[in-house]
C-alpha cells in the first residue's frame, strides 16, 4: 500500500472521533435516581403498597395512565378496581399525585434519569404548588 | 417440497400478514385485567337543560362557578377571551327571533350560554382527530388530549360555544382549582356539561349556582324527569333552530 504512514494514521483518528459519543460513557454511568416515598399519605397507609403491585408500576405507569385516560375521558367511567379489589378514582392528579405529592422527588428524579418528559403538566396540575 | 418464486412470495406476504395480526391484537388489548366503573349509571341517559331567562337576572353566579371550578382564565382581551359559559343579549342568542317591537324587558335580558351538547353536532362532523365526540348520553365531550388545535370545530359551531387558547392560559387563572386540570397554549375548549359530575351522579355547577333555580337539568328519554315536566308544560325554544342541529339546552323567553 502507498502513503501507508500517512494513511493508517489518519484513518485510526478517523474512527477515534467517529466513536467518541460511544466510549466516552464509559465509567460515567449515572446514579440511580433515590426514590421519595415519605409524604404524609404514604405515611399513613397501612400497607405501603402502589394501585398495583410495585414491578407493574415501574414498568407499566405510563400505560395504565393512559388507560384511565381513555376509560375516564372517552368512555366515562370514573372508578378504577385495582386487581386486590380495592378502588381507585382515575384522576392523574387527584389518586397518583395525592399519594406521591412530592412530584419532583418521585416522578421527576425518576423521569429525568430516563430521559422522559411527559407533558401532562402542561395542563394538569403537578404535586405541591 | 417443491416450490416456485410467485408461491414463494405469496407465503411470504401471508405469514406477514399473520405477524401483523398478533400485533395489532397486542395494541387493541388494556394493560390490565381490571374493571373501569361508574359511580352513577349512564346507561338510557340524554342529558338536556331547560333555561326560564325570566327567572334570570343580573348576577353572574352561573359563569362564576363554573370558570372557577373548571380554571377558565379571565383574558380581558374581547379576541381572544375563554368562557364556557357567559350572557348575551336577546338579539345575540335568537339572532333569528327578535322583532323591531320587542318588550323592553326582553330588549334588556340577558340569557346565559353554553355549548348547546346538540344531538347532531357540526363540531364532531369537523373535528379530524376525533378529539370532540359525542358521548351515548349526549353530552359533546372534548379529548384535549388529542386536539391538535385546528379549530375547525370553531368554525362549525354555529352558537360561538368554543375558545381557543392563544397563550397559556394560566397567568390568567387567578385562583387555580388544583383538583382540575388547566388547559394549555393552542387547544380549544368549551363546557362539558360537568362530565366529571354527572359520572358522580351530581347536577351540573351552574345548576347547583343558580339561587333562582332557573336551570334545570335532566334526562330527555325520561318522561319523569324535571325537563321532561318543563317542557311539557311550557312553551320552549332552542337557539338557531332551522341549521338542524337540535340543542339540547332549551330557553323559556
Known amino acids: 500500500m502507498y502513503d501507508k504512514k500517512i494513511i493508517i494514521p489518519i484513518l485510526a483518528v478517523i474512527v477515534v472521533v467517529l466513536t467518541y459519543p460511544i466510549w466516552s460513557l464509559f465509567g460515567k454511568g449515572a446514579a440511580a435516581p433515590e426514590l421519595d416515598l415519605n409524604t404524609p399519605e404514604i405515611q399513613a397507609l397501612a400497607e405501603k403498597e402502589c394501585i398495583e403491585d410495585t414491578e407493574f408500576m415501574r414498568s407499566n405507569h405510563m400505560e395504565l395512565l393512559n388507560e384511565w385516560r381513555i376509560k375516564s375521558v372517552r368512555e366515562g367511567t370514573n372508578v378504577y378496581v385495582a386487581s386486590d379489589g380495592q378502588e381507585y378514582e382515575m384522576s392523574l392528579q387527584n389518586t397518583c399525585l395525592s399519594c406521591h405529592s412530592n412530584k419532583e422527588n418521585f416522578c421527576d428524579s425518576c423521569h429525568s434519569y430516563a430521559e422522559v418528559n411527559p407533558d401532562c403538566w402542561d395542563c394538569h396540575v403537578g404535586g405541591e404548588l | 417440497m417443491k416450490m416456485d418464486r410467485r408461491n414463494f412470495i405469496r407465503m411470504c406476504g401471508l405469514g406477514l400478514l399473520g405477524l401483523g395480526a398478533t400485533k395489532a391484537d397486542k395494541i387493541f388489548a388494556d394493560v390490565t385485567k381490571s374493571k373501569y366503573l361508574r359511580t352513577a349509571s349512564l346507561q338510557g341517559k340524554r342529558w338536556a337543560m331547560v333555561i326560564d331567562s325570566r327567572k334570570c337576572n343580573d348576577c353572574d353566579d352561573c359563569v362564576a362557578a363554573c370558570h372557577k371550578v373548571h380554571n377558565v382564565p379571565d383574558i380581558n382581551k374581547k379576541e381572544q377571551e375563554v368562557k364556557w359559559i ?120 351552574c345548576v347547583q349556582a343558580c339561587k333562582k333555580g332557573a336551570i334545570t337539568f335532566g334526562d330527555l328519554n325520561d318522561p319523569a324527569s324535571p325537563v321532561r315536566k318543563i317542557l311539557e308544560n311550557e312553551a320552549t325554544i332552542q337557539r338557531k333552530p332551522s341549521l338542524g342541529t337540535y340543542p339540547s339546552v332549551y330557553y323559556i323567553v
Open chain 2, 86 to 205: 357567559w350572557k348575551e343579549g336577546f338579539h345575540g342568542t335568537f339572532p333569528d327571533l327578535g322583532h323591531q317591537y320587542m318588550t323592553e324587558k326582553l330588549e334588556k335580558r340577558l340569557f346565559p350560554i353554553l355549548c348547546n351538547h346538540c344531538d347532531n353536532p357540526a363540531c364532531v362532523r369537523v373535528c379530524p382527530t376525533k378529539a370532540t365526540f359525542k358521548r351515548e348520553d349526549g353530552v359533546i365531550m372534548m379529548d384535549y388530549h388529542r386536539c391538535i388545535g385546528c379549530r375547525y370545530c370553531m368554525a362549525g359551531c354555529p352558537y360561538g360555544a368554543r375558545s381557543f387558547n392563544f397563550q397559556d392560559p394560566r397567568p390568567y387563572i387567578k385562583n387555580m382549582n388544583n383538583e382540575y386540570p388547566t388547559r394549555t397554549k393552542g387547544v380549544v375548549e368549551k363546557c362539558n356539561f360537568c362530565a366529571e359530575l354527572l359520572v358522580k351522579g351530581e347536577l351540573p355547577l
